[in-house]
Each structure stands twice: as C-alpha cells, then as structure tokens.
C-alpha cells in the first residue's frame, strides 16, 4: 500500500465513501449533503452552505487531483449539531495554498499542465464555520469542511498542515496527525531518522502509536512510541494536547523536533534533547512541560527540516491574520533547509 493511500484511509476514516471521478459523482455528494441535512433537522441556510462547500471541494478535484474521495459526516458540538464535508485525494498538492484561499491564480500542480487556478476555496472558507487543511506535496491533500445549525459557543483552532519531500525524494519521511475529542486537541509530528521509504514508515509507526495512545498525556505517548518504533530506523517527534476550553498545552518532545507558541505576548518555544525514539538500549530524553495559552496563540510544530532561525516571533499580521495552512506554508517557504524534508503543523 503507498503512502498516498495510507494517508487517504488516515482522512477518511471508515465512513463511506463517494469517489469523484466526474460530475455526476458531484451530484451525488451534493444530494447525500442534502439527504443528511433533512434528516437532522437544520436549517435550509446550514444545509445550503454545505451543499455549496461539498461542490466546491468536488470541482477542485476534478481540476487537479489524479483521484478522490468524499464523505459527508454527521458531527455535534455542545448539543449543536451540523455536517463536516471531507474532501482527500491523492493529487500532487497545493503548491500554495495562500494564493487558493485568495482565489489567486497558478496555485495547484497538476501532472497535464504543471499548474492552474484554483478556484473556490475561497468560497469553502468563508462558507464554513472551520476549516482544517493537510497538504502533502506529491502526496495528496485533505479539506475538513465544517458547518453547524448555528453558532456554538466556544472556539475551536483551526489546522492547517503542510509538507514537502527533500528534493531528492518522491516521499517525505516526515508525518502528521491531529485528532479532535470532546474539548481537546492532539497534535503530533514525527520525522523518520533519514529520508525516502524507511523513514517515512518509521515517522507513519510513530503516528499509530500516537492514535493507539491518544488518551495518555504527551509524555506517556511518546514512551509508547520509543517502544513501537524498535524496528525501524527511528524518529524524533513532538506531540501536543490542547485543552481547548481551558486554553493550556501540554507539551512533549523527544529530539530535534520543534514546538513553538506565538501570539500577542512573548513567544514560547519548545524543543526535546538528543535522542532519537526507538534507538535500542537507552532510556529515551523527553520534554514535557504544560503552557497557558491566549485566545488566538497559534500553536506551530514543526520538523528539523526548518532551520533553527525559524522564528515569527513579532509578525502578528500572519499570525493572526492568515489561515494555519497560510502560516505553515509561510514557514516552509522561508525557513526549510533546502536538503531534507519539511513538514509544519499549525493549530490556531
């Protein structure tokens, strides 16, 4: 199974699945969006909103993806309920996603013209009430698309991932993962000790063991990680638990991996010792401390594959401003070293 496909099962989950592959099968996400919204009851407005996000999301894999999948899920927050619409397919990925969510031109690559518009993500932005986005150069991409029946009361971050292979390198041995439950939000990033296929397999046994363990606190995760990851090369990682109603992060990091806080206030940074989970023999090093956040702080975790200069530290106007996926590709483009792997989470 190749990573791509990995990664679509890691999107989507087990819900069922409409595979878009004309416009026909547009029309049949937009009806089940449809069936789904009567069903639950919302109102004409909500439901409207999420056929328009599901078209848009269906459209933009017509245009630019090799293949894709959609599912249309039933979600509740706080007694509110609402629909999130799924969009991940296995296209070559927003080459930048701040021009798409502008409307701007020469956005996504695609294997026939090497790049075209990418029209409506804009719209699926301001149409949602959240949007998470994972963007995995030469890999795929993946939209979450969310819309309750009406407001609910408390914020939750948005995320935005964005990754890219060492230039060398069709695969990125970097991985991701965030995982929403109740009134928390888990982050992890791994990267895998080297570049190519084994790295990549060591940063994706990394992220299963996360998922497996996401009810321990970050240090304990990593703990079983060190365990799960004794057959492969091995990873560095960070793992973060928001608790988003009491605006606190706990933070774990074992290695070279990177987990900064920015916002209106000082920023707050994070970064393990030297060791590297799953070497044979010692006990691992890991970091573990527990920070307040403001409203707003975006939370950034990120890969070696950025420099130690990497900083924002003062740019409100981005952090504040920009969609996380904005602040992860800004990231990349600046501060990645041109000889490895690159990957950023941002939770803001």
Request: hydrophobic residues 40%; glycine residues 10%.
């Amino acid at each position: 199974m190749s990573a791509g496909t990995r990664l679509m099962d890691r999107w989507l989950g087990e819900s069922s699945r409409i595979r878009v592959v004309d416009e026909a099968s547009v029309a049949l996400v937009r009806e089940e969006v449809r069936r789904q919204g009567r069903a639950l009851g919302l109102p004409n407005a909500t439901t409207g909103a999420a056929v328009n996000v599901a078209s848009e999301l269906g459209y933009n894999q017509l245009a630019h993806a090799r293949s894709g999948e959609m599912t249309i899920r039933r979600i509740e927050r706080e007694r509110v309920v609402g629909l999130e619409v799924v969009a991940a397919d296995r296209g070559p990925g927003m080459a930048s996603p701040i021009k798409a969510l502008k409307g701007g031109a020469r956005t996504f690559e695609t294997a026939r013209t090497g790049a075209s518009l990418g029209v409506g993500l804009q719209a699926v932005l301001e149409l949602s009430d959240e949007t998470d986005f994972d963007v995995r150069m030469g890999e795929g991409t993946c939209v979450w698309a969310r819309k309750f029946a009406t407001s609910v009361p408390h914020r939750r971050a948005q995320i935005g991932v964005y990754g890219r292979p060492c230039p060398e390198e069709t695969m990125s041995g970097d991985d991701a993962l965030f995982l929403r439950r109740e009134d928390e939000l888990l982050l992890a990033i791994a990267d895998g000790l080297g570049h190519g296929t084994p790295a990549r397999e060591a940063s994706e046994t990394a992220m299963e063991a996360v998922a497996s363990s996401s009810d321990d606190s970050p240090d304990r995760m990593l703990m079983r990680c060190h365990e799960a990851l004794g057959q492969t090369r091995g990873a560095v990682m960070s793992v973060v638990c928001i608790h988003e109603r009491h605006r606190v992060a706990a933070v774990g990091c074992a290695g070279n991996t990177s987990v900064h806080v920015y916002g209106t206030g000082a920023a707050r940074r994070f970064s393990g010792a030297s060791f590297v989970l799953g070497a044979p023999g010692r006990a691992p090093k890991i970091l573990y401390e527990e920070h307040p956040l403001a409203p707003h702080d975006a939370v950034v975790l990120f890969t070696d594959g950025l420099t130690t200069k990497t900083d924002l530290q003062g740019e409100l106007d981005l952090v504040l401003r920009e969609h996380p996926i904005g602040i992860a590709e800004e990231l990349v483009r600046r501060f990645a070293r041109p000889n490895d792997d690159a990957l950023v989470l941002v939770a803001r």
